[in-house]
C-alpha cells in the first residue's frame, strides 16, 4: 500500500493549479462588473484630476483616434495639454480646438517616433521645466494589414519597434524623476487585447503589445512606494486609422466603439483601476478571451487576420477597377 503523503503530494499540486487558474481567470471578471458598474454606483471622489496627479498631461500620438480624444477628455477636467505627434499643422489644430472648448493651457512638440533615439533629446529639453502630472503612452502604428512576416517591409517592421516599445519606455523614463520627486503623477500606457497571445500575421504587433503589459505590470510595483499611478489600458478593436485595413471593423458596432466614446469610458477608469480595457464590451471580450487556452487564442486569431487580409486584397482589387474603369 502506498505512503499516504505520496497521494497527498498530487492532489495538493492539482488543487494549487486549480486554484491558480480560477484566481486569474475569476478575477478578470470581477474587474470586468467593477469597470462596468462603478459609473453608476461608486460615487465621485472628492479629488478633481488635476487635485490627485497634477496640472499637466503630456499625450503621444494626440492629433487622431484614442490620442486625441484623450486629449479632449483631460482638458475637460481641466488638465492642461502636451501634445506631442509628428505633423504640425495637425498639432496646431488640436491646440486650439482644446483651447477654445476647455480653456485650459496647451503646448505641441512635433516629434516623430520612428525615427529612434535621436528624438529624445529634444523631448527632454521641451519638457524641462513643465510639471507633468499624467503621461498617455497613446502612440502606436500597426502594420498595413495582416501579412507573413518576410512579405512586411523592414521599414515597418523597425517602426513597430521604435514607436510602440521605445516611445513608452524613453517618455516614462523622461518623466518619471519629476513625479517622484513631487510623489504623485500617472502613467497611462495604451495596449491592446493582442497583449494576450501570440498573433499569426501580426507578430510583431502583437508582441510589441505583450513587452507594453510586462512593462506596465512591473512599473507598477516600482512606482507604488512613490504613489505613482502606472495604469495598463488594453483597448479591442476601435474605428480609427490603425484598423482601416478592414471595412468590416471601420463599420463599428456594440463591441467596435469609436475613439471619442472609448475614451470618454477609459478616462473615467484612471485613478480608479491599475488594469482595465477602457470600455465595458471590450472588457466582456477580453474576459472570454482569457477563459480560452492561449493555443486556442492563437489559433482564432490567424484565422481572423487571414480574412482580414483577404477582405484587405479584395477591396485593393476593387479600388484598382474602379480607377482604372475612371480613366
Avoid at 454606483?41 to 479629488?47: G, W
Avoid at 488635476?50 to 498631461?57: D, I, P, Q, S
Avoid at 473615467?268 to 478571451?289: A, N, P, R, S
Wanted: net charge positive; hydrophobic share 45%; aromatic share 10%.
Amino acid at each position: 500500500m502506498l505512503p499516504l503523503w505520496t497521494l497527498a503530494v498530487p492532489a495538493l499540486i492539482g488543487l494549487w493549479a486549480l486554484s491558480c487558474w480560477l484566481y486569474e481567470n475569476l478575477k478578470s471578471l470581477v474587474q470586468i462588473v467593477i469597470a462596468v458598474l462603478t459609473p453608476y454606483f461608486v460615487p465621485a471622489e472628492n479629488k478633481s484630476l488635476v487635485e490627485r496627479f497634477g496640472k499637466w498631461a503630456v499625450i503621444t500620438g494626440s492629433t487622431d483616434g484614442i490620442g486625441r480624444q484623450y486629449a479632449i477628455q483631460l482638458a475637460a477636467r481641466g488638465v492642461n495639454i502636451v501634445l506631442i505627434s509628428r505633423t504640425v499643422e495637425k498639432l496646431m489644430a488640436v491646440a486650439n480646438e482644446i483651447e477654445q472648448k476647455h480653456q485650459v493651457k496647451t503646448k505641441w512638440i512635433a516629434a516623430d517616433f520612428s525615427q529612434g533615439r535621436p528624438i529624445y533629446d529634444k523631448l527632454r529639453r521641451e519638457l524641462d521645466g513643465i510639471p507633468v502630472g499624467i503621461l498617455v503612452n497613446n502612440v502606436g502604428t500597426n502594420l498595413d494589414y495582416p501579412d507573413d512576416l518576410d512579405r512586411v517591409p523592414e521599414d515597418k517592421l523597425w517602426d513597430v519597434i521604435h514607436i510602440n516599445i521605445a516611445a513608452a519606455t524613453m517618455l516614462t523614463r523622461i518623466v518619471l524623476p519629476g513625479m517622484k520627486q513631487r510623489r504623485q503623477g500617472a502613467i497611462v500606457n495604451i495596449s491592446s487585447g493582442s497583449e494576450l497571445q501570440p498573433l499569426p500575421y501580426m507578430t510583431t504587433y502583437a508582441a510589441s503589445k505583450a513587452y507594453i503589459r510586462n512593462f506596465t505590470l512591473a512599473m507598477q510595483y516600482e512606482l507604488e512606494p512613490f504613489g505613482i499611478t502606472c495604469q495598463l489600458v488594453s483597448p479591442l478593436f476601435v474605428t480609427t486609422k490603425m484598423n482601416n485595413f478592414s471595412t468590416t471593423l471601420m463599420k463599428g458596432g456594440l463591441f467596435i466603439p469609436d475613439a471619442e466614446s472609448y475614451a470618454k469610458y477609459a478616462v473615467f477608469t484612471l485613478g480608479k483601476t491599475k488594469q482595465t480595457t477602457g470600455y465595458w464590451t471590450h472588457g466582456i471580450q477580453y474576459c472570454l478571451i482569457r477563459l480560452s487556452p492561449e493555443w486556442v487564442r492563437t489559433l482564432v486569431g490567424g484565422i481572423m487576420n487571414k480574412k482580414f487580409r483577404e477582405e484587405y486584397h479584395h477591396a485593393q482589387k476593387q479600388t484598382a477597377a474602379t480607377v482604372a474603369k475612371a480613366q
